[in-house]
């Protein structure tokens, strides 16, 4: 996350109804408890989609993650 916690707590706001917004199936997210980031957990047909979902998350639009990344998760 961005040092910077004012423009944080503008944002956050708006990145929590994005994800809510959004109705995916078996979503899940928030924040980690130390506030160094969040995971979010959600279920679409294809990496492509989580790509373009995760690009138009208003924190990542706004600059404030020093990264971010998706992964597959296979639950057996």
């Known amino acids: 996350m961005s040092a910077d916690q004012d423009r944080i707590r503008v944002v956050a706001p ?4 994005y994800w809510r917004d959004l109705a995916l199936p078996a979503y899940f997210g928030g924040p980690f408890s130390d506030r160094s980031g969040g995971l979010v957990v959600f279920d679409v047909d294809s ?11 208003p924190f990542v639009r706004d600059g404030l993650l020093s990264s971010w ?4 998760w296979t639950i057996e």
């Open 14 to 17: 708006q990145h929590a109804a």
């Open 47 to 57: 990496l492509d989609k989580t790509e373009r979902l995760v690009v138009n998350d």
């Open 69 to 72: 990344w998706t992964k597959a």
